[in-house]
């Protein structure tokens, strides 16, 4: 039995690390009021709790569920936001400084972005990114589950066993959750593109391809019950659950999808949703944090574009590279044999272990650039193979909070013909060092942060800061011997520069997926598969696409403003420390952050 006066104690002591030592005060107020929020949200979210590393111990019963996704599962999230708001209602923001200012400010943009979520009548209502779609080829528990299970759910001791196989049991549920939302969705008129239903179906397919004995639910048991010398009849426990439940509710949602092809439109944006242009808008400000109209995200995408490809020009002409497009002669660059790992098992591990050579050289450079290292590891690994075909082209996943498991770099491998050898090494900078893990992990052991200020919230601030690590790899002097890599993170740039354009041409300007992809492969010269797959990412997240390079003209251009005020006495460590150490926040908070740092040592 889960007992609530231990979980918000054990809660506590984890979101209040600095607690101790606050003074009385407006501080210590909001402090009290954001780690209540939290600790609410903890024990209404099972799998936030194994994610945070709190489901252990006396109040382990939570490793056994997953979240309730019914509508009065969301109604209660609902209810706890609409109370944490009206609760920062009671502060004055003139009243706060520093810390206590930022923490108010980022709950504020939260709290209020989540709750526009709920003010649309279709969708998952979500915190940080719009998801017009619950089931889409990237959205849904088929997606998410599987891989919580594998990868977050500990498996340590039989007890951890038996509740892997609870959570199994609840996927169905969960499953059936959706389902009846989808449904109520479609009679609404909000049906996923017919090319999203179709990708969405072919992973539903793979999924239930494997006999449940052979099915990753079961296999990823009964590797980790072996590993760890559990005794038990798990794989025939773990089958006969997958084969009685899980297939079955995975079976009817895939029918629901598969009814809706038919009729299911080719528009590609959410302008063709009820209230379609306000969900829009509602998007940028949940992913980018910023105000910004599409024909703005529009117009200072085509500028970036323009820009970066003139600096990927003059590489190419320096290498005697002059005919055709820039992004033909990248193309012809990225094609060259020398440029590609067999595109088989071998080769597979052979990138992965190139990919983390690459991290631990630049682990080794880091001292020089930021003040504060994190302790948290980071791993790579290849993206599940059934989740492959609708995926992006690499994730990542913070460690927990107790520090048990470590961040997760992970990579689509399908096809290693898309994974130039030029590409990869600003892959690893973005998704792990300096990037995705190095921010993540130091917003996890920052000391004095409330809880909530140290989950993922703000896309625009952490896809920011890993298009600034890009960046600031190339100035650590990673590509110094190396200028086919350093073209390879220009044309990265321009890639991001290129989804400003398309997310708002898709959803703002109603281009079509195809006008998208021609776009993308016109202006990158990538491959049409993988700008395909790419576009139709940006179809079912709105908004999410904008994030990376409007949150990273705020990091680039706050060291800017911060290098010009003080010259000689800029300190690169001294910065990064400002802007890291304060958690994720939105980007007009960040921009003030930066510039009270500068002012501070001004």
């Known amino acids: 039995?889960?007992?609530?006066?231990?979980?918000?104690?054990?809660?506590?002591?984890?979101?209040?690390?600095?607690?101790?030592?606050?003074?009385?005060?407006?501080?210590?107020?909001?402090?009290?009021?954001?780690?209540?929020?939290?600790?609410?949200?903890?024990?209404?979210?099972?799998?936030?709790?194994?994610?945070?590393?709190?489901?252990?111990?006396?109040?382990?019963?939570?490793?056994?569920?997953?979240?309730?996704?019914?509508?009065?599962?969301?109604?209660?999230?609902?209810?706890?936001?609409?109370?944490?708001?009206?609760?920062?209602?009671?502060?004055?923001?003139?009243?706060?400084?520093?810390?206590?200012?930022?923490?108010?400010?980022?709950?504020?943009?939260?709290?209020?972005?989540?709750?526009?979520?709920?003010?649309?009548?279709?969708?998952?209502?979500?915190?940080?990114?719009?998801?017009?779609?619950?089931?889409?080829?990237?959205?849904?528990?088929?997606?998410?589950?599987?891989?919580?299970?594998?990868?977050?759910?500990?498996?340590?001791?039989?007890?951890?066993?038996?509740?892997?196989?609870?959570?199994?049991?609840?996927?169905?549920?969960?499953?059936?959750?959706?389902?009846?939302?989808?449904?109520?969705?479609?009679?609404?008129?909000?049906?996923?593109?017919?090319?999203?239903?179709?990708?969405?179906?072919?992973?539903?397919?793979?999924?239930?391809?494997?006999?449940?004995?052979?099915?990753?639910?079961?296999?990823?048991?009964?590797?980790?019950?072996?590993?760890?010398?559990?005794?038990?009849?798990?794989?025939?426990?773990?089958?006969?659950?997958?084969?009685?439940?899980?297939?079955?509710?995975?079976?009817?949602?895939?029918?629901?999808?598969?009814?809706?092809?038919?009729?299911?439109?080719?528009?590609?944006?959410?302008?063709?949703?009820?209230?379609?242009?306000?969900?829009?808008?509602?998007?940028?400000?949940?992913?980018?944090?910023?105000?910004?109209?599409?024909?703005?995200?529009?117009?200072?995408?085509?500028?970036?574009?323009?820009?970066?490809?003139?600096?990927?020009?003059?590489?190419?002409?320096?290498?005697?590279?002059?005919?055709?497009?820039?992004?033909?002669?990248?193309?012809?660059?990225?094609?060259?044999?020398?440029?590609?790992?067999?595109?088989?098992?071998?080769?597979?591990?052979?990138?992965l272990a190139d990919l983390e050579r690459r991290a631990e050289a630049m682990r080794a450079r880091l001292p020089r650039w930021f003040g504060r290292l994190p302790k948290a590891g980071v791993v790579v690994r290849r993206m599940p193979a059934t989740i492959e075909a609708g995926a992006s082209g690499a994730t990542y996943q913070p460690p927990s909070l107790d520090g048990r498991r470590p961040g997760i770099f992970q990579i689509n491998l399908r096809d290693l013909a898309e994974w130039p050898k030029m590409d990869l090494p600003t892959l690893v900078y973005h998704e792990a060092i300096p990037g995705h893990h190095l921010q993540n992990a130091l917003m996890t052991e920052a000391p004095g942060l409330p809880m909530l200020r140290r989950m993922p919230l703000f896309s625009g601030y952490s896809e920011g800061w890993a298009m600034y690590a890009e960046q600031l790899a190339d100035e650590m002097g990673v590509y110094e011997d190396d200028e086919l890599a350093r073209l390879g993170c220009l044309a990265s740039l321009m890639f991001r520069a290129a989804r400003l354009v398309v997310d708002s041409g898709i959803h703002h300007a109603r281009w079509s997926r195809e006008k998208a992809i021609a776009y993308m492969v016109e202006t990158l010269g990538d491959a049409e598969s993988t700008m395909t797959r790419e576009v139709e990412r940006y179809c079912v997240q709105p908004g999410q696409a904008s994030g990376y390079m409007l949150g990273w003209r705020a990091w680039t251009e706050g060291r800017a403003r911060a290098r010009a005020r003080l010259g000689e006495r800029f300190d690169i460590r001294g910065f990064h420390d400002a802007g890291l150490l304060a958690g994720s926040m939105p980007l007009d908070v960040l921009s003030r952050v930066l510039d009270d740092w500068a002012a501070s040592r001004g």
């Open 1 to 351: 039995m889960l007992d609530r006066r231990q979980l918000l104690g054990a809660a506590a002591a984890l979101a209040l690390p600095g607690a101790a030592r606050a003074e009385a005060g407006e501080g210590a107020r909001l402090t009290a009021l954001l780690d209540a929020g939290m600790q609410r949200a903890l024990l209404d979210s099972p799998q936030l709790m194994t994610l945070v590393g709190l489901d252990a111990g006396p109040y382990a019963a939570a490793r056994g569920k997953l979240d309730d996704r019914s509508p009065a599962g969301l109604e209660r999230m609902r209810r706890l936001f609409a109370e944490m708001r009206r609760g920062l209602d009671g502060f004055d923001p003139a009243r706060l400084d520093g810390a206590d200012w930022v923490n108010h400010q980022a709950a504020a943009y939260l709290a209020d972005t989540t709750l526009q979520s709920f003010d649309f009548p279709f969708g998952d209502p979500n915190v940080g990114v719009a998801a017009p779609y619950i089931v889409s080829q990237l959205s849904g528990a088929y997606r998410s589950v599987p891989g919580f299970l594998a990868v977050q759910h500990p498996v340590r001791a039989a007890g951890d066993a038996e509740a892997y196989l609870s959570r199994l049991s609840g996927f169905a549920v969960l499953l059936d959750q959706e389902t009846a939302r989808v449904r109520a969705d479609f009679a609404r008129g909000v049906v996923p593109p017919d090319f999203v239903l179709k990708t969405a179906l072919t992973q539903f397919d793979a999924f239930m391809a494997p006999a449940p004995a052979q099915s990753e639910l079961v296999t990823a048991l009964t590797r980790r019950t072996t590993e760890q010398a559990i005794a038990g009849d798990w794989s025939a426990r773990a089958a006969r659950i997958v084969e009685a439940e899980v297939y079955p509710a995975l079976a009817r949602q895939a029918d629901l999808l598969r009814a809706a092809q038919p009729t299911a439109t080719h528009d590609a944006g959410v302008w063709r949703l009820p209230e379609g242009a306000a969900y829009y808008r509602y998007a940028v400000r949940a992913a980018t944090t910023t105000d910004l109209p599409g024909e703005e995200i529009h117009r200072i995408g085509l500028e970036l574009v323009a820009e970066l490809t003139a600096r990927a020009d003059a590489i190419l002409k320096a290498r005697g590279l002059t005919e055709g497009p820039v992004a033909r002669r990248i193309a012809a660059l990225r094609r060259q044999p020398a440029q590609h790992y067999p595109n088989d098992d071998a080769g597979r591990a052979a990138l």
